[in-house]
């Protein structure tokens, strides 16, 4: 394959890589935060860990990988983002440490006090991980300043601005919303009623910031910088949504789930190619934006990576589709059949 | 302060602090399948039992290592982007094949294996078991490949247009000889520290009287597996150093302190240096035995740290290329000295273990149990002594430590994150060794039953 096509499909690779850990995780954060406020008892929380209790930490890999992914195919983009963005991704780091470190300690002392701390740090967590996340791919839409040397030069209050703090909440707000829609596809009984009427409430507080996000990037003019028109696919976003409402005031929580990941699908593909061929625009100098051009590896290492990506993604996606089938069940609400 | 400083003990903080949990994920991983596997096998309840109690402990440290490890990934970019952009052709990769190979494996079979109990076939949950360990000991093996190409870089050109180090080679990268030579020295550590927790754990409980025949069984499983793994990290230790002498003679002569070249070298059993670390005022020497350390034969050179500092200086440029050999020395020492014990302690315990009434002697009631911080000692003292002695190099011969720290960091930022990292790291250790502690002393009556809580603190839940 030739430089250039490597370069897209490593960028095409990467954002796949995104689209499928904003979706994933984007129900566990949502479960997470959901956690403390919907389990009133302890069976309760224990059931909505449960939840998601075998995939959390695959789910994460996809953002590992992400990681991964932008080192070995553009250093230039990994490099100057995770140092750029240092104390936002530290805050990550801590909430992702909180919330991991939570699931597997919570259940393993009986003391109501010490569980109910570790499920308090996995909302807290998982709030921080998602307001961070959407905060910093707000600021990769909207740019940030870069110098010649492809080195930022803001600090944590330049990713503060108005537009990542909107990107931050809607993320937030969104991941709410697909978490209570996982639990209404997974729980019974009292708990799954509750949780789909809190799924209602929840739709409009997404739906407003959603839409107000999409209001300010239109006018902002963030869609139009890169080559890529994102013509439709942001409408068909909003669409989404709005479709999603329907289906949860109607309890089809299968369909709402669908509406909402879709919505998350389609927004992360806005979003890429919105800002594509750029990684990282600069707000300083548009000259000074980090390419897939001017930021990727030697035409070699894409090569090489192409063929791991080749054999491994595959496997990956089958086996950990597989473990989606096996633990596809609903879960009882019920201490003799919860695994604590 | 100096950001380098800052960045330099945020690393070591935070990888000597995940390299103390990941070697016993590496190894109790094996352990648990394979008992595992004997309960599937012969259907003995014993081993069943076995399975469970050191498949909890494993979990409990298993979340640590996890939870670490994404630090690890992201702090290469986030304090080190000059050395990201630097090596990320070559660095990267190993790294997104470890995330695509290995992470992805042990993080979605841990959950089955987690939760599959009863759900999922027997045979599926047994093998989720050994994948777990398979992928969490794969993940070591391309970490070290990652890391075999800092030690002794292959594989590579240098780009004069860009100034950066480029792959020509994927096949030379990951059969870099250090590499492989650091792969089995650190897996087998893993197996290692592992066996000695067991040893530890079980003589606690045979001291007792109880449970003895979970803890007999896995007693003498541990003692065999740990002589035979401490043996095989110290030959391994042996050939690194032999590969060292050919290609990081600097790092050999500052974790022996050899100041001036000899041939043939004494090996130091004693050296006191000055305060600087840099001079040597007494020692005590074995004639000989440095050489045939370093290359298996009484006569070899060993060059010392003044000739090669100035043949340094004339390839490289003006400037120090000594690591801080007091660090070298005596890390050195300390895991030397922590191997060749493990290696008779593990005997020792083996050649006990004939007798079947061990348990009653003396020394049963505080060896087993002290010789658990054994391998963790020697764990941290390793790779400081690896890392340190690589000084001031960050990739051997072609990137300063120095030049490798990201430009748009602050004394503010770092202190922050070094402080935040400390307070975080700190309290993870705490419920870590308070539920280890827990766990190993309720016994496997309490792992056996997931929901049936065991603290004495048990006050009712909230249901």
């Known amino acids: ?340 | 302060m100096d950001p380098v400083i800052l960045s330099r003990w945020q690393f070591g903080l935070t990888t000597v602090y995940h390299w103390l949990f990941v070697p016993l994920t590496l190894g109790l991983g094996w352990f648990v399948a394979y008992m595992q596997t004997r309960f599937y096998q012969t259907k003995d309840e014993t081993y069943r039992k076995m399975a469970k109690f050191w498949g909890k402990l494993f979990l409990i440290n298993f979340a640590i290592g996890v939870v670490t490890g994404i630090v690890q990934e992201f702090q290469f970019g986030m304090n080190w982007s000059e050395y990201s952009r630097y090596v990320g052709d070559i660095f990267g990769a190993p790294l997104a094949i470890e995330a695509l190979s290995s992470f992805f494996l042990e993080s979605t079979f841990i959950g089955i294996w987690i939760f599959g109990e009863g759900r999922v076939p027997d045979k599926v949950h047994l093998a989720s078991i050994w994948l777990v360990a398979i992928g969490s000991n794969l993940s070591a093996v391309w970490i070290l490949i990652a890391n075999g190409w800092m030690q002794n870089p292959v594989g590579y050109v240098i780009n004069d247009t860009t100034g950066r180090a480029e792959l020509v080679d994927f096949f030379a990268l990951i059969t870099n000889e250090k590499a492989w030579v650091f792969i089995w020295h650190t897996l087998a550590d893993g197996l290692a520290t592992a066996a000695f927790l067991i040893i530890g754990v079980s003589a606690y409980h045979l001291l007792r009287k109880q449970h003895t025949e979970v803890f007999k069984r896995s007693f003498q499983t541990a003692a065999v597996v740990g002589l035979v793994a401490s043996v095989l990290v110290f030959l391994g230790g042996h050939t690194m150093g032999q590969f060292m002498y050919e290609s990081q003679p600097m790092k050999m002569a500052a974790l022996e302190a050899i100041w001036e070249t000899e041939q043939p070298a004494s090996f130091s059993l004693l050296t006191i240096g000055d305060l600087s670390g840099k001079q040597e005022v007494w020692s005590l020497r074995i004639p000989y035995a440095m050489s045939f350390l370093a290359c298996n034969n009484l006569d070899c050179e060993v060059k010392g740290v003044e000739e090669l500092n100035a043949q340094y200086n004339a390839e490289f440029g003006p400037g120090d290329y000594i690591p801080l050999m007091v660090v070298t020395y005596w890390t050195f020492r300390m895991m030397m000295t922590i191997g060749l014990i493990m290696v008779l302690v593990a005997a020792w315990f083996l050649f006990n273990t004939r007798r079947s009434d061990y348990a009653e002697k003396k020394w049963f009631r505080w060896v087993p149990f002290w010789a658990i911080s054994l391998p963790y000692f020697a764990n941290a003292s390793g790779w400081v002594l690896t890392e340190m002695g690589r000084q001031p190099w960050i990739v051997y011969g072609l990137l300063k430590v120095e030049d490798a720290v990201s430009p748009n960091l602050t004394p503010v930022d770092l202190l922050i994150s070094l402080i935040g990292y400390t307070v975080v790291y700190g309290l993870l250790a705490a419920a870590m060794v308070y539920l280890m502690k827990k766990y190993a002393k309720a016994g496997p009556d309490a792992a056996m039953h997931e929901s049936v809580d065991v603290a004495p603190s048990f006050t009712g839940g909230q249901d």
């Not at chain 1, 954060?29 to 860990?49: C, N, S, T």
């Not at chain 1, 491994?312 to 950990?320: D, R």
């Open chain 1, 1 to 340: 394959m030739s430089y250039e096509s490597l370069q897209i499909l490593w960028f095409v690779l990467i954002a796949i890589l995104w689209i499928g850990f904003f979706f994933l995780e984007g129900f566990d954060f949502g479960v997470g935060m959901l956690l403390p406020f919907l389990g009133k008892k302890d069976v309760e929380r224990r059931a909505i860990i449960n939840t998601i209790g075998s995939v959390w930490d695959g789910n994460e890999v996809w953002l590992l990988t992400a990681g991964g992914a932008t080192f070995a195919a553009f250093p230039h983009w990994y490099a100057t983002m995770f140092s750029g963005f240092y104390l936002a991704l530290f805050l990550l780091l801590i909430g992702l440490i909180m919330r991991g470190i939570s699931f597997e300690y919570r259940s393993k002392d009986s003391n109501p006090k010490w569980r109910s701390r570790f499920d308090w740090m996995i909302s807290i967590g998982s709030f921080l991980a998602a307001l961070l996340l959407g905060a910093a791919f707000a600021n990769l839409a909207r740019g940030v300043p870069i110098n010649a040397d492809r080195m930022f030069t803001g600090n944590l209050f330049t990713l503060l601005n108005p537009y990542g703090l909107l990107g931050g909440v809607t993320t937030v707000a969104i991941f709410l919303l697909h978490g209570a829609n996982f639990l209404g596809l997974k729980l019974e009984g009292e708990l799954r009623e509750r949780v789909n009427a809190f799924a209602s409430k929840l739709w409009i507080v997404a739906t407003v910031f959603y839409i107000i996000l999409g209001v300010f990037t239109y006018i902002a003019g963030f869609w139009n910088r890169g080559h890529i028109n994102p013509g439709i696919v942001p409408l068909t976003a909003v669409a989404a949504l709005l479709v999603a409402g329907y289906f949860i005031r109607q309890k089809n929580e299968g369909w709402a789930f669908i509406m909402v990941a879709l919505n998350i699908v389609l927004t992360q593909i806005t979003f890429f190619s919105m800002t594509f061929p750029n990684v990282m625009t600069s707000t300083t100098n548009p000259d000074w934006s980090l390419t897939i051009y001017n930021a990727s590896s030697s035409q070699y290492t894409l090569s090489v990576m192409s063929i791991v990506a080749l054999i491994f993604v595959p496997i990956v996606l089958a086996y950990q589709a597989w473990s989606y089938y096996m633990f596809r069940k609903r879960i009882k609400t019920d201490k003799k059949t919860l695994v604590y």
